[in-house]
């Protein structure tokens, strides 16, 4: 094969790989992405910090989930939320809360002696 | 004659111990002469003629544990077994519902507890004993270390005439079942016809009793759903360090006392979970003994409860005057 026919044929290959990446990436975030307010939640045994967040009723936020040590949960069913924290890494997950109150958000990934009191309010006005 | 109704089938009695709790399990017909035309029924159905026998439900000993606000490690465990191996009617079997241990992440120090837990329990004068893991017997290690000490943390058996079974939701880490076990559970029953009397013992609820303590189960409706169809369900569980039960349809929830420290009624209570203070003084209370008489007479899916509490204390509740208290309910 020659390094002309070469070319082309990694381009012929690769980019509508390529191409199909990017829609496939821009299908996922929305344009607007950047306009979501996010909210950065630590979880550390035994307690998420912050403790509390306070939320709109309506509005989209994201909420961005960082473990600094071993895997935890997020669960609070009235908000659908239901998300694994893997050890040391981030998960994000949008909320768009539609019932305004005060809830309580456990860990529900167990995680030592001390789990069954992990937990942090979420308000809703 | 007239057909008995088979949800009065199954009587239970239990008298809470703080210890645990016993059963009884028999005819509620007995006495109406209707003995021989339910066996024959239920003999047909299962395979097996059910006959009267009783058995006690353990919880929570948290073997290891040695933080406040209970100073006595292992006592009341102890106290349980010798309490069991004085009763005058040997109860069948035991049924633990989870927790035997308290979670360390040292290996070595958690096989020492397991082997603490064994050397305690085996002292039980009864033929069969049954365990499922709690989430600090199974939580951090997806139970291997239970299924190598205990076998599996599922599974099911019939004892005469009456169908257990042991639903594991600990072992993925979540408050779950899973899906897996759920099919498990739909295969295991669909051979059962509706009449069956069933125990299932497991250690959370299957049900929101308070979900931002963790008393709960995220998929215990599915179990609800496969459950519900059986008219003489009942469903035993501990974590939850108290006595309490449920009705939900025509299923009834009761959950055991633990044997390290209790926790109080949440109801109306806002925060986090605080157990109750140790009080030197009267270092078992809140595991006073806890009669409970249930029986089927009443409409279908209905169930008549007659509990008799007495608390208990240290006195009380060691050598033959504890036995005797603990005896105080006639129909144990």
Known sequence: MTRTNCLRTVCATALPLVLAAFLTASSVRPAQADDVPVVEITAKRFAFSPDKITLKKGQTVKLRLHSEDVTHGFFLRPLKLDEEIPAGETAEVAVTPQTAGTFTTICDHFCGANHGNMNMTIVVE | ?332
């Open chain 2, 1 to 332: 004659m007239k057909a008995p109704d088979r949800r009065s089938f199954l009587k239970i009695s239990g008298t809470s111990l703080g210890i645990g709790v016993l059963y009884s399990a028999y005819p509620a017909a007995v006495a109406k002469g209707e003995v021989g035309n339910i066996f024959a029924s239920l003999g047909r159905s299962n395979g097996e003629k059910v006959t009267p026998f009783s058995f006690v439900q353990l919880s929570d000993a948290h073997v290891g544990f040695n933080g406040p606000p209970d100073p006595l490690g292992t006592k009341a465990f102890e106290r349980a077994v010798d309490m069991v191996n004085a009763l005058p009617q040997r109860p069948d079997l035991i049924l633990f519902t989870g927790d035997l241990t308290h979670d360390t992440e040292d290996r070595d120090v958690h096989v020492q507890r397991m082997k603490q837990f064994q050397e305690i329990s085996k002292k039980l004068n009864v033929p069969l004993i049954k365990h499922v893991p709690g989430e600090h017997d199974a939580g951090l290690d997806g139970g291997a270390l239970y299924r190598e000490f205990f076998g599996d943390s599922h599974y099911a058996f019939d004892h005469r005439g009456v169908h257990f079974v042991a639903l594991d939701n600990v072992s993925r880490a979540k408050p779950e079942i899973g899906a897996e076990q759920l099919a498990w559970l739909k295969k295991d029953l669909s051979r059962f016809p509706k009449s069956a009397p069933i125990v299932v013992f497991t250690h959370r609820p299957l049900f929101d009793l308070r979900p931002d303590w963790e008393w709960f189960t995220s998929d215990g409706d599915d179990v609800m759903n496969v459950v519900t169809p059986y008219d003489n369900v009942t469903v035993l569980y501990g974590h939850i360090h108290r006595d309490d039960e449920h009705e939900i349809g025509k299923v009834h929830h009761y959950a055991a006392r633990s044997l390290i420290f209790a926790f109080p009624d949440p109801t109306g209570v806002s925060g986090p979970r605080k157990p109750i203070p140790f009080d030197k003084d009267h270092p078992f209370k809140n595991l006073g003994i806890r009669s409970v008489t249930v029986n089927g007479k009443a409409a279908p899916g209905a169930n008549s409860v007659a509990i008799d509490d007495v608390e208990l204390t240290a006195r009380e509740f060691s050598g033959i005057n504890g036995v005797h208290q603990f005896l105080k309910n006639p129909n144990i």
